[in-house]
């Protein structure tokens, strides 16, 4: 109980909580269990002020977020809709409130491409943009918009399953792919002294994110903005020799969304000839699939691990170690 770092509350109808199950019907809430006691106080302070809240044009959901290293948290309130003039005076109950609010963002316009909650348009309306958390050590920054684990206990664990396997590999690994690397994080965690991580991430500004922690953390990275299935194919191109010879020298982590891999992602992969690649999965079926696609590709998996991030659910992650079997 208690430990989830980050909430999706829905608003609609004036109501603001969860959806029922297998409906869009909002099911109020004053808590959540699963979540840590700092957003259940602000989760309370909202719907105190649902008044408030019916004035802010176009809200459809509210993201709440917290750090593991001082309790403060981000809230952005996520809207459809044009720009609404006064939205910092109708947000500024939530600031003023006596609560661990680093920042409050606010989300408006169309809907973006590559996430259902968000709009493509971002204004900070009071306080920090980003909190600071930390894992395995090391220190990121972590913003509205930016993806993280919601368990960050539990993250730990299962990057040092991953960092576990990696040491016991049987070659020199000088390159750590990261493939949808966000922010930066299992890169990061994983790469030792002498080591680079090359990653790759959608968000533009998760990009800019993870370049910012890997020097923050005096790693050696090399970032590149776009979807992966039309990034790593430029990157490992037939004609492109250096970074081939980088592959052989490397690791592909891949921890791509519920959805899996692109199957042109794994083309990619197979073809540059990485002898190894640790796959960290959220959805049991879509890791099925791409680990059938990778065996017809010559890759056999050699160790599968569960790790349950998310207790009092049936959701559980899985890192999996895959090796080139004509290797």
């Not at 609404?84 to 947000?91: R, V």
């Not at 980003?130 to 730990?156: C, I």
């Not at 990653?199 to 910012?212: P, S, T």
């Amino acid at each position: 109980w208690g430990y989830r770092n980050r909430v999706y509350l829905h608003y609609q109808g004036g109501e603001l909580g969860f959806f029922a199950a297998e409906s869009k019907e909002i099911v109020p809430i004053s808590q959540c269990l699963l979540t840590t006691s700092s957003i259940n106080r602000i989760i309370a302070c909202l719907q105190q002020q649902k008044s408030a809240l019916g004035g802010i044009q176009g809200l459809r959901h509210i993201l709440i977020k917290e750090s593991n290293v001082d309790g403060s948290c981000l809230v952005a309130f996520l809207c459809q809709g044009e720009r609404q003039n006064d939205i910092k005076e109708q947000t500024a109950f939530l600031w003023r409130a006596s609560l661990p609010i680093a920042g409050v963002w606010y989300n408006y316009g169309k809907k973006s491409p590559w996430d259902g909650y968000f709009s493509e348009e971002w204004q900070l309306l009071h306080g920090a943009e980003k909190l600071t958390v930390s894992l395995m050590g090391r220190t990121f920054r972590w913003g509205a918009k930016d993806f993280l684990q919601v368990n960050f206990s539990q993250t730990e664990k299962l990057y040092g399953v991953a960092g576990k396997l990696l040491a016991r590999l049987p070659i020199d690994v000088k390159y750590i792919w990261d493939i949808y690397c966000g922010v930066g994080t299992i890169g990061i965690c994983l790469a030792s002294p002498g080591q680079e991580v090359v990653g790759v991430e959608v968000v533009a500004e998760a990009v800019a994110n993870a370049q910012e922690n890997a020097a923050v953390n005096a790693v050696k990275g090399h970032y590149y903005a776009g979807l992966c299935e039309d990034v790593l194919p430029k990157l490992l191109a037939r004609g492109n020799s250096a970074q081939w010879e980088m592959a052989a020298k490397s690791v592909a982590v891949l921890d791509p969304p519920r959805s899996g891999c692109e199957e042109r992602v794994l083309d990619t992969i197979a073809a540059a000839g990485f002898p190894y690649i640790i796959y960290i999965s959220c959805h049991g079926a879509s890791l099925a699939r791409d680990m059938k696609y990778l065996s017809l590709k010559g890759y056999g998996a050699e160790i599968i691990q569960p790790v349950d991030l998310f207790p009092q659910t049936g959701h559980v992650e899985c890192v999996v170690l895959l090796s080139k079997e004509e290797r």
